[in-house]
């Protein structure tokens, strides 16, 4: 099994910056793919950004040019850098790993809160 810990959310104003951070522990070889996702009240979970094992990665068209994830394989760890942040954005932050059967793992969520 794979747990995640995620921490960096908190409140921001419209512009502001954020820097979200999830370290992974547990069966760490097996994961492949690592991720962030979102939920906001009363709207259902969605994909933001992804990466592989090998730095390929995937964004949601909402965040592209302003959201940039990265992993370090080293400390079990990925990252979202979120820049230019918007009220929209406000929602609560799940790190996701997917090992290499595709199990998935989820973190317990931060909220990231964006005023206008």
């Known amino acids: 099994q794979v747990q995640l810990v995620e921490s960096g959310g908190g409140l921001v104003q419209a512009g502001g910056s954020l820097r979200l951070t999830c370290a992974a522990s547990g069966s760490i070889l097996s994961i492949n793919t690592m991720g962030w996702y979102r939920q906001a009240p009363g709207a259902q979970r969605e994909l933001v950004a992804t990466?592989?094992?090998?730095?390929?990665?995937n964004y949601a068209d909402s965040v592209k040019g302003r959201f940039t994830i990265s992993r370090d394989n080293a400390k079990s760890t990925v990252y979202l850098q979120m820049n230019s942040l918007k009220p929209e954005d406000t929602a609560v932050y799940y790190c996701?790993?997917?090992?290499?059967?595709?199990?998935?793992?989820w973190g317990q969520g931060t909220q990231v809160t964006v005023s206008s």
């Open positions: 990466i592989t094992r090998d730095g390929g990665t």
């Open positions: 996701n790993a997917r090992n290499i059967w595709s199990v998935p793992s």
